[in-house]
């Protein structure tokens, strides 16, 4: 049972570093953990393993994220994609205290079924007196579907499309003008919307209380053709290696095998997963579309049988994914009713309460 106090500690830890690993870290360093305990029993709640947690971020080093959140944070992901670690301020951390208590009652409260960012941990790094602020978050997006393309979307038209220099890059992030102008619809069937309206209204309650306004929605999508296709080109390049190291009288490495004591697969993953499938253990946000729609699209002409789609879709970084194919048919689309929404599209999703209307 956690007590007031524990929502003030905090755990320090001084590392003289010099004999050992010098190449990689600071011969000196100190780190600090805020609320142990309470980040802890957050993870409990997540259905996190604490051994699982410490292996994801400490087992290798983490890998920079092209992504920048507000004001140019940086983001890392640990090395299986599992976590994300964001640099933050000590403005931040102050904030973080202040409504941690009533988080992790409202975590308890909905048993973790929410949409809201999962925080796992909170850190101080100090190098060299450079202090470095740290939360260790879920990774909304799953680790072993890449996203194709995403948006960002606030339920408003106003100054809601994607800069130039922002689709210049190669995952750039939409805005709401970008999703309405392409006719994008989340198809989701009754039962998953009536869930996820749910926990989504109940989510901005809780923001609301706080008196937090500034958060969207993002939209990420794995195009299920598209990874295939992708799959099917880096299998042929392996091949035509194999062959090469064949045709020279060698063996290539891989053919030997991994040795039992070396470590295994990032995730120890099965390899059972079919296209566009996912470990709703794992990728707890996730969500397949409605599976009669997908049937029905196939009676469809050939016109308007499109990519088939997995859909993930996040607020400030939460995230839901289902799968779809775009369709002028209005089948299945998610739509909240009463959605503060340009009503000629059929396609911003929970458009009302995002705006806090």
Not at 212 to 219: A, E, F, K, T
Not at 228 to 242: K, T
Request: aromatic residues 10%.
């Amino acid at each position: 049972m956690l007590m007031p106090d524990d929502f003030k500690a905090y755990s320090k830890i001084k590392v003289d570093n010099h004999l050992f690993n010098k190449e990689n870290l600071p011969s000196r360093f100190k780190f600090k953990e805020y609320c142990p305990l309470v980040f802890r029993n957050l993870r409990e709640r997540f259905g996190i393993d604490d051994q699982d947690y410490q292996n994801s971020v400490t087992r290798s080093a983490p890998v920079n994220s092209d992504s920048q959140g507000r004001c140019g944070a940086r983001f890392l992901t640990t090395y299986d994609r599992r976590f994300v670690i964001k640099a933050v301020s000590s403005e931040d951390v102050a904030e973080m205290h202040n409504i941690l208590k009533k988080y992790h009652q409202f975590i308890v409260e909905c048993h973790g079924n929410t949409l809201l960012p999962q925080f796992l941990g909170m850190y101080r790094l100090t190098v060299d007196g450079v202090e470095t602020y740290m939360v260790v978050t879920r990774n909304v997006f799953s680790h072993r579907l890449t996203v194709h393309r995403k948006y960002d979307l606030k339920g408003s038209t106003v100054s809601r499309e994607a800069s130039d220099k922002e689709k210049a890059k190669d995952l750039p992030t939409f805005k709401d003008n970008d999703f309405l102008n392409e006719g994008q619809k989340l198809h989701v069937g009754e039962e998953s919307k009536k869930n996820f309206l749910e926990k989504l209204k109940r989510d901005v309650e809780f923001l609301a209380q706080l008196k937090i306004m500034d958060y969207s929605l993002l939209v990420g999508i794995h195009d299920v053709d598209r990874a295939e296709q992708e799959e099917m080109e880096v299998e042929d390049r392996a091949e035509d290696e194999e062959c090469e190291n064949d045709g020279l009288g060698g063996n290539p490495i891989s053919s030997y095998g991994t040795p039992p004591d070396s470590p295994g697969n990032l995730l120890n993953y099965p390899r059972f997963f079919g296209p566009g499938e996912f470990d709703p253990s794992v990728d707890v946000y996730a969500m397949k579309s409605h599976e009669s729609w997908g049937r029905d699209l196939h009676r469809q002409p050939r016109a308007v049988l499109e990519t088939l789609q997995r859909i993930y879709v996040q607020y400030p970084d939460i995230v839901i994914f289902s799968l779809q194919r775009k369709n002028e048919e209005k089948r299945g689309y998610f739509q909240p009713e009463n959605a503060a929404c340009d009503t000629k599209t059929d396609t911003v999703a929970a458009c009302g309460e995002l705006e806090g209307k």
